[in-house]
């Protein structure tokens, strides 16, 4: 039984209506969640922030604490067992019945809501049409790719017409190349759903893809939510700026000046008071050897290499000193430049590749 207060009023509308609170040890989730039918949401946040926890509470895995609220189309769940919800669950690891065929693992969920088996099998059939396995009707889990293992995870979660859908890390057991086909399957499936869908992902990729909001979430509570462009445009934490990869400060603004708490000033085009936050992408920043003299770049900063990685088909530099920062080269300047760690460097940016926004 679960610890959760009652609920007077019922919340009006159709959707999701959550605050999921949990305790697991010293560590307490508290994440408001709504959605509208239609809506795809993607939870997403560090390890350990507390995403699968979020989930198991909406399966119904993990009960809700004091505080907690669980509501779905109008209907308290909070009390309902696991069995019993309308919801239907993808793992990233499929957990599909060994011993039943493609076909029977998709007729499965409507068998258990009381659907007569031929019918089962029918609907389980034009799932499998639908996700172009239909040749794959007879075949056992471990004879599917796992891609087609996840298609057909996809596809059984869906068959039983679910009004909440909880995917955790669906594409994350997949190589990079099936990983690309499903996720292009899995919008062109999300899009089509007409209940809520909840995702929870490390991969900022699969979130953008995939989900009309994004809610981030760090130590057990949302520090950031929205629409992918505006998260990705303004992150409010670091670990986000990582994500959407961007170099993010926070400061003073004075006009077009940003002091920042710990180190230099950034000059912006944006005129802004009082407290903001700077951003820019590595791939503004110059590296030179030497102080430039003619830069007419307003922001210059001296530098150390700390380290060197492959990043695409770039070299990310991290560096320290005056100001934190990652800058983006190409291999060719990299070279040039000879930077290796310890190197010293001087650092520009261009006000006008600043983005400076209210903290
Ligand atoms: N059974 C448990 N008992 C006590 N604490 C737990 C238990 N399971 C998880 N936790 C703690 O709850 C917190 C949230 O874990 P959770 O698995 O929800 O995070 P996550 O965001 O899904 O992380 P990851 O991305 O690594 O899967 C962590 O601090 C974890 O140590």
């Known amino acids: ?109 409507p068998r258990c809501r009381g659907v007569p088996k031929a019918e089962a099998r029918t609907q389980a059939a034009a799932w499998l049409e639908r996700m172009g396995l239909a040749e794959f009707a007879g075949t056992r889990p471990r004879r599917l790719s796992g891609g087609q293992a996840q298609r057909v995870a996809v596809a059984r979660a869906l068959a039983t017409r679910p009004r909440l859908l909880l995917l955790d890390e669906p594409l994350a057991a997949l190589d990079a190349r099936t990983r690309l086909d499903v996720r292009a399957q899995l919008r062109h499936h999300l899009a089509d759903f007409e209940a809520v869908a909840v995702l929870v992902t490390h991969d900022p990729l699969d979130a953008m ?85 003619g830069s007419s770049a307003r922001n210059l900063w001296q530098c150390r290499v700390a380290g060197l990685e492959t990043h695409g088909d770039q070299i990310r530099v991290d560096l320290t000193g005056e100001l934190p920062l990652a800058a983006d080269l190409t291999t060719v300047a990299t070279a040039e430049l000879g930077l290796r760690p310890g190197s010293s460097v001087w650092a520009t940016v261009k006000a006008a590749q600043t983005h400076a926004y209210p903290a």
């Open 209 to 293: 893809v995939l989900a009309d909001r994004l809610v981030v979430v760090e130590d057990g509570r949302v520090v950031q939510e929205g629409g992918p462009s505006d998260i990705a445009r303004g992150p409010r934490t670091d670990y986000i700026a990582q994500l959407v990869g961007l170099n993010l400060y926070r400061g003073e603004a004075e006009g077009h000046t940003v002091r920042l708490e710990a180190g230099p000033a950034i000059t912006t085009t944006e005129r802004l008071d009082g407290p903001v936050f700077v951003a820019f992408p590595p791939g503004a920043v110059t590296l030179h050897r030497d102080r430039p003299s």
């Open 1 to 109: 039984m679960t610890e959760t207060d009652p609920v007077t009023a019922a919340p009006s509308g159709k959707g999701l209506d959550a605050r999921l609170v949990v305790r697991r040890g010293s560590f307490r989730l508290d994440v408001e969640l709504s959605a509208a039918p239609g809506d795809v949401v993607a939870l997403l946040g560090p390890n350990g922030a507390g995403k699968t926890t979020a989930l198991r509470a909406l399966a119904g895995l993990t009960p809700l604490s004091e505080g907690g609220r669980l509501w779905l189309d109008g209907v308290r769940l909070d009390r309902t067992p696991p069995e019993s919800r309308p919801v239907g669950v993808v793992f990233q690891d499929y957990l599909l019945f060994p011993h039943l065929s493609a076909l029977d693992n998709i007729a499965f969920g």
